[in-house]
């Protein structure tokens, strides 16, 4: 999913990712339309490559922060600093899936989103927001001060509640942070996990999801 949302942004003007059954399967019970169950979406065999890249997830050990205004200013979140945030964004086509509401419900739950940040909740589709509220992370998001926008796009791209005002940083689990696409060309969006979105809130800054998790079992 990463891959194909941030291709453009890696100089490609098409991408294309392997398919598998288990997309395949996900979108059949999805979807009216009848889809070819065929993983035939895969490159040439005798295909030729400029150049591979392998990169192994598992030596990040701590959470990445994308800083105004590229997706690829990348650093570490103990790098940052202090960064008070005025508007934390959770959802949309990117991070708005179930369990990503999941990991912030139970961040936030018992607690208040700080008074000088907005927490804005946006599920990915209408199915993931139905089984949210009957899951209860809507209800914990709400009664930690969040707000719940409509399923699909939000503020990411311009519209819906949560358009950054001059001045204002956001926090954000959207997948771009491009100068004013979130609202006033004075405004800085930071991009971050849902976890660290949902701590940020809580804390009135960028910040680590254990620091809130600390907090609330002292």
């Not at 490609?12 to 996900?26: C, E, G, N, S």
């Not at 800083?67 to 690829?72: I, T, Y």
């Amino acid at each position: 999913m990463v891959l194909a949302n941030l291709s453009m942004e890696m100089g490609a003007k098409v991408a294309f990712t392997p398919v598998d059954y288990v997309l395949l399967d996900y979108l059949a019970e999805r979807t009216a339309r009848k889809i070819p169950m065929t993983t035939d979406f895969e490159p040439d065999p005798d295909a030729d490559y400029e150049q591979i890249l392998r990169i192994d997830a598992s030596e990040i050990v701590e959470p990445q922060v994308a800083c105004p205004h590229a997706v690829d200013q990348v650093v570490p979140l103990s790098k940052l600093g202090e960064v008070p945030v005025h508007q934390a964004v959770l959802g949309s086509c990117t991070n708005g899936r179930l369990e990503d509401l999941e990991v912030a419900a139970s961040l936030v739950s018992g607690q208040r989103v700080h008074p000088r940040t907005r927490l804005i909740v946006i599920p990915a589709s209408q199915h993931i927001l139905l089984e949210a509220i009957r899951l209860g992370y809507i209800q914990q998001l709400v009664a930690a001060g969040a707000m719940i926008n409509p399923p699909g796009c939000g503020p990411c791209v311009g519209v819906h509640q949560g358009i950054l005002a001059a001045g204002e940083t956001c926090i954000s689990s959207t997948n771009r942070n491009f100068h004013g696409r979130m609202g006033s060309k004075d405004s800085k969006v930071y991009l971050a996990s849902p976890a660290v979105v949902a701590a940020s809130a809580i804390a009135g800054r960028i910040a680590h999801p254990d620091e809130i998790v600390t907090q609330e079992a002292a």
